[in-house]
């Protein structure tokens, strides 16, 4: 037997009467007003998963260094001037808008986003040699010796999602699983 996955959305359906619109497939009725619980897994393949993971996970992180580490991105976001708090907080809205249009993009299989995606990860490959280079001192560090080995860590993370949404491509097209 198949196990479950972890994550769910939960869908309403409301109708009329309440007459059975049809079986579901182990017999059971199915009656108009039944919450139904529709898994992610069915409307998204395994790229899609990724991809959304990985929005999700850095938005998380983003949220989490902005609350525990203030000083990680005041230091660039003091170059601007003006309020910290006022530049944290649109920067933070600036980026939660960004990764819901690219979820949104995902969930309905822009190609735009796709691509956008793909040469964006594809791009994290620079990331990689360019906080080796930090954390070996060859190159002036942008913030904390964790924060650059953070970046190290997450440019290996978006060549490796780049490198599956690839396979997908080559398999499927735009979106394909991989």
Avoid: H
Avoid at 59 to 78: D, F, K, N, T
Wanted: glycine share 10%.
């Amino acid at each position: 037997m198949k196990a479950a996955p972890a994550l769910a959305v939960l869908e309403i359906r409301r109708g009329l009467g309440a007459a059975p619109r049809q079986c579901d497939g182990a017999g059971r009725a199915r009656y108009p007003n039944d919450v139904q619980v529709v898994w992610l897994s069915t409307i998204l393949n395994r790229t899609q998963l990724l991809v959304v993971g990985f929005f999700l996970l850095a938005w998380i992180g983003l949220v989490a260094i902005l609350v525990l580490s203030r000083e990680v991105y005041a230091q660039a976001l003091r170059r601007v001037g003006g309020a910290t708090l006022a530049i944290e907080a649109s920067f933070l809205i600036a980026l939660s808008g960004l990764i819901g249009i690219l979820v949104t993009g995902v969930f309905r299989r822009w190609r735009w986003t796709f691509w956008l995606v793909l040469i964006a990860f594809a791009f994290g490959v620079l990331r990689i040699p360019a906080s080796v280079l930090q954390l070996v001192g060859m190159l002036p560090p942008s913030g904390t010796t964790w924060y650059e080995a953070l970046l190290g860590v997450i440019g290996v993370v978006q060549v490796l999602v780049a490198i599956a949404m690839f396979a997908g491509y080559r398999k499927a097209g735009t979106w394909g699983e991989f």
